[in-house]
Structure formats: structure tokens, C-alpha cells
């Protein structure tokens, strides 16, 4: 079964919607719509308007409250809108609600991520994982996605029974869809899960962090070799992995996928495979984009996540990348609050690159040690 629908080549133009607590910070929630933004930027949607209201909870019905849904109604028909995407997910009687009231499509916040994976994902494990955790995140919503069916093929005029019965006919071939993309995964999971045991006998790094951090640009520097590294959101799905060699120590090491906040728990599972790389590490290095106002936030972000995953009681690194960009009392003052497992530095200036060096050699090589004892120990012959 092909995909269900795709954001088309031409840039279309859409809305931000968020519901946020009364005692939510201005900066906090453009923080939050900023990414967002980004989030639709990175599928080529041009945002024209973002609408904020502040309640305890979102409406169980609609997600906004009445008057608001009414203003947001006004503007799309007004500016003739394509799309609106809400900063959280939706149950689907939201969804259902919300195309009911709006007339236009509707993503929220993992659909468009969700949508960007599979966008980005280019090896065979990548994309099966992302379009298992996009079926499983589309099954009880296709009512909503019939909809948009129905619109793409220009108005069928079905309605009513016939309708439905081909709603179960789609939601027939999801499950069986489903079904073959967990075998499949599962004879993928089982050929990495045999790579990485070949693996045994060398130390393992990954590169954990919030997505466009720098990981990639750092993966670039320490490797030596060619990485896909670009400023946008999700730039490397697929694991990379690359043999790097330290004053003759040998060490692998991972690229994995960017977390960001709320990231689809569908995704996570299915990309488990992957963040295998990440659990099986013997040290982690947390890429920060400390020039970023709300690094501490995706700090907590990615200690979350690595909690998630079973991952916390790895030994990390902190390190602080994209230092360039900041005032140098600024950079001097962080350098001296933070702990000695943190590094600053620039991936782009080069800035503290050989301190972080020297201190990943250090790490690596007590590793070293401990897989091979006699490693230091005199040799007679």
C-alpha cells in the first residue's frame, strides 16, 4: 500500500497553534513555536501565523476553546490556508473535530515529525522503522486521513456507507501492512544486532543530543570522513557509524538520530534497533548547542530519553558545541559553573576541538585498559 498523503513539492502555506499553561513563560512558548516553525520549514510549509492560548488543558473536543477556534476559522478562510499544525498531538476525535470545523488538513505535532523521518530515512532499516511508526500512529486516526483521500482525488462524492467500507479496506491493508513491516524489522534488528557482536573487542562512542546540536559536524571533524552535516532538524536518521583511531587507539564511533521534545513514543520503539547503538556505548558524548537560550531545556530533554531507553548509566561527556557565538565573559562564566565532564567548543572555529580530543582519548583509553589489561604492561621477549 503506497503512502496515504505527502506535503506536495509546492511550498504550501499554513498556521502554528499551541495550547499552553497560564503560567508558561513568553520566552518558553516562543521557544516552543519556534521549533515548530522550524519543524514546518523543514517540509518546505511557509507559516504565515501563530495562534497562542492559554488554558489549564486543552479542549477534550476541539484542542483551542470556542472563541479561538473561531478566530483560527476566520484567518484560514480569510487567507485561504492549506494546512495548520497544532505543537501537540491530537486524539483522533480532535482530528475529526477539528477538519469537521476547519475544512483544511490538519498536522500535529508527531505526524510532522513522523513526516520528516521518513522524508530524511535513506537505508532500508531507517525507512521501514519510520513507516511502521507512521502506520501504527495512523491506524485509529484514518477517518481523518479518508478525508484527505477524498479531497486528493477531487471529491468522489462518496459519502455515508460507501465511505466507510473503504475506510475498512484501508484500515485492512494498514494492519496487514503493519504486520509485514514488524517481520521485517525483526530480520533487520537481528543482522545489526550480529554486526554490533562483531564488534566486540573495540570501545564503542555515540554521539547522543537535541536534534541539530552539531553531532553530525563533530561526527565529520573526529572521523575524518565524509558525514552528511547540514543546520536542519532531523539532518541524520540513519546510524552512522565510523572507525576512529586516537593516539593509535582504534574506537568506534556513532551518529544517531536527534531527539527533540515530545518525540513520537511509536518512533522511539521502532527505532530501538538503532538507539541500540546508544545502549550498547561504553561512553556518550552529549552534544549541546549551548548558543541556543534553551539548551538547558533540551538538556533535560536528552537525559530523559536516555532514561527511556535504559541508556543514563552510560559515562557522558557534556559537550558544549557552537561556543563561537557567544561573548567571551559569557563562555568564561559557563566554563567555570560546569563540571569537569563538560567541553566547550566549536565545531566551526575549532575551538577547544584538541582539549576535546585529548579528553575522549582519556576516556577511551581507560576502556582500552579494562577490555585489554596488558595493553600498558612491559613486553619482554
Known sequence: ?????????????????????KQQSDDIIKEHLDELEFLAKTMDIITEK???????????????????????????????????????????????????????????????????????AKTAQAKT????????????????????????RGGTGTRGGAGEKEIETDRRAIRNRISLLRKQLDKIELQAATRR????????????????????????????EDVYAKDELFATVDSTVRKVVLNEIPFLLSDTVGFIRK??????????????????????????????????DHIQVVESTLKEIQADHIPTLRIYNKSDKLEHEELEGLNSSESPDSLFVSAITQYGVEQMKERIYKEVLDVHIRIYPNYLKPQYF
Open 1 to 21: 500500500m503506497g503512502k496515504l498523503f505527502e506535503t506536495a513539492n509546492v511550498k504550501e502555506r499554513g498556521i502554528l497553534v499551541a495550547v499552553t499553561a
Open 50 to 120: 501563530t495562534f497562542v492560548q492559554k488554558l489549564e488543558h486543552p479542549d477534550r473536543k476541539t484542542y483551542v476553546g470556542k472563541g479561538k477556534l473561531e478566530e483560527i476559522q476566520a484567518y484560514v478562510e480569510m487567507e485561504k490556508i492549506d494546512l495548520i499544525i497544532f505543537d501537540d498531538d491530537l486524539s483522533p476525535s480532535q482530528l475529526r473535530n477539528l477538519e469537521n470545523e476547519l475544512k483544511v488538513k490538519i498536522y500535529d505535532r508527531s505526524l510532522i515529525i513522523l513526516d520528516i523521518f521518513l522524508k530524511r
Open 129 to 152: 522503522q519510520v513507516e511502521l511508526a507512521r502506520f501504527q500512529y495512523l491506524l485509529p486516526r484514518l477517518t481523518r486521513m479518508w478525508t484527505h483521500l477524498e479531497r486528493q
Open 197 to 224: 557482536k562483531a564488534r566486540e573487542g573495540i570501545v564503542r562512542v555515540a554521539f547522543v543530543g537535541y536534534t541539530n546540536a552539531g553531532k553530525s559536524t563533530l561526527m565529520k571533524l573526529l572521523s575524518k
Open 263 to 296: 518525540l513520537p513514543h511509536n518512533l522511539i520503539e521502532s527505532f530501538k534497533s538503532t538507539l541500540e547503538e546508544v545502549k550498547e556505548a561504553d561512553l556518550l558524548l552529549h552534544v549541546i548547542d549551548v548558543s541556543n537560550p534553551a539548551h538547558e
